[in-house]
């Protein structure tokens, strides 16, 4: 394919893509917003953790279970980023690994229900091994839909877009959290988690039926057959050659990951200290969720006036605050308060951190290979920061803690304000 071809190829995704943009909006818009509901009552900094905290004492123990979550649902999308830059539709592709991702939820449910009162030991390997395969099989259904989002939404709309379908989905992630606590009522421990993971499945099962009904043409691309080690040599290129995007993976790497070790265990910490219940716990689900909602529509209108790079300036700002009354954490209001910043401060990276990538790669067709590096490369780091974190607190204590994360955020703003450029 030439370049003009290409370039006539990508006028015509365009033109399709504003032709349907009202519909594809609407639905997906909708979509999400059903999955925020089920999001909201299956928190994993606050409900998975906290549920869990039941089974498994050793703080070590409880941030692997995050860990293996978070490095699967990042790391092997740069297995599937090959597949995708070939791929005419992404449509098709999306629903068969969102359906397996989804179903994991099911079986969740099934383990509770089975064996969390008959046998402990087999309930938590089971819980910990189906929650690593949900973040798995999200793995690819993230980077998929990502790319269909940049497929279907053209640039000039998708921080409208990203900014009123993380309000809205802030909202139902609210109700979702209102309707966890009313739950949990429902039946005696353990099986109202059971209840909670099973009403969670039928809700997002709606959801995808819901994202079926999105329009999609395919796109014409270059027909090559990529050798795999050719393909990953080429994708570790990029580090070499466009240092703007390296040092945005570097502060990702000390925002996004080693600044944030703290808050995994917001809900630990307020447990220890201050013996929380189930009833705070959905209180403080409900200001995180509340929280990012109002992030979200602050994010987006700073974002469309000034563009990405600004709101994860100021998001890293408001980290630092939130990092100081995680640790002091002397009673109930500072720990809706620790939360409450946090969920503002992550709401700008769970809009813009992946929106900065995709601006920042020149080739529309290279946008999967960018993703993929960036997720395989800071998944690992995503993930074991609640480990690392774990283990220092059982080897060092929280107050080391603490201070390693705050001197990675404020490094990694340097590296965000002065080193990356948004062009």
Not at 64 to 89: D, Y
């Amino acid at each position: 394919m030439t370049a003009e071809e290409q370039e006539r190829e990508l006028k015509k995704i365009e033109a399709f893509a504003y032709r349907n943009l009202k519909k594809n909006s609407i639905v997906s818009i909708t979509d999400g917003a059903i999955f925020a509901i089920a999001s909201g009552m299956l928190s994993v900094s606050t409900v998975i953790v906290y549920f869990i905290s039941h089974y498994v004492k050793s703080n070590t123990l409880i941030g692997l279970l995050t860990t293996l979550n978070v490095l699967l649902s990042n790391s092997p999308q740069i297995l599937v980023a090959k597949k995708l830059e070939m791929l005419e539709t992404y449509k098709e592709y999306f629903i068969k690994v969102a359906l397996i991702m989804r179903l994991m939820w099911l079986l969740l449910a099934i383990d509770v229900f089975l064996f969390a009162e008959r046998n402990e030991l087999l309930f938590v390997i089971l819980f910990y091994l189906i929650f690593s395969l949900q973040g798995f099989f999200a793995s690819f259904a993230n980077i998929t839909w990502f790319n269909l989002i940049l497929k279907l939404i053209p640039e000039r709309q998708r921080s409208k877009f990203f900014g009123i379908r993380s309000s809205i989905g802030g909202l139902c992630e609210t109700l979702g959290a209102f309707l966890m606590g009313k739950i949990l009522r429902l039946l005696r421990y353990p099986y109202n988690y059971a209840l909670l993971f099973f009403i969670a499945f039928l809700i997002i099962m709606i959801s995808l039926y819901l994202f079926s009904l999105m329009k999609e043409i395919p796109q014409k691309k270059p027909k090559k057959e990529i050798n795999n080690k050719h393909y990953f040599k080429n994708m570790f290129l990029i580090l070499k050659e466009d240092k703007n995007f390296t040092y945005y993976l570097f502060s990702v790497l000390f925002i996004g990951a080693l600044g944030k070790m703290p808050f995994g265990f917001q809900t630990i910490f307020a447990k220890n200290s201050l013996g929380i219940t189930t009833e705070h716990v959905a209180v403080a689900t409900t200001i995180l969720l509340f929280s990012q909602t109002v992030g979200y529509m602050m994010w987006g209108i700073i974002g469309s006036k000034y563009g990405f790079k600004s709101t994860l300036v100021i998001s890293a700002l408001i980290f630092l605050p939130a990092i100081y009354f995680t640790y002091l954490m002397s009673n109930i209001n500072i720990y809706y308060l620790s939360v409450g910043l946090f969920g503002i401060a992550q709401s700008a990276r769970n809009v813009n951190e992946s929106n900065l990538a995709a601006k920042l790669c020149k080739d529309p067709l290279k946008q999967p290979a960018y993703i993929g590096l960036r997720n395989f490369l800071m998944g690992p780091f995503f993930a074991f920061n609640s480990i690392i974190a774990g283990g220092i607190i059982d080897a060092l204590g929280k107050n080391i803690l603490f201070v390693i994360s705050f001197c990675c955020m404020v490094l990694g703003f340097f590296i965000l304000c002065f080193k990356v450029k948004e062009e």
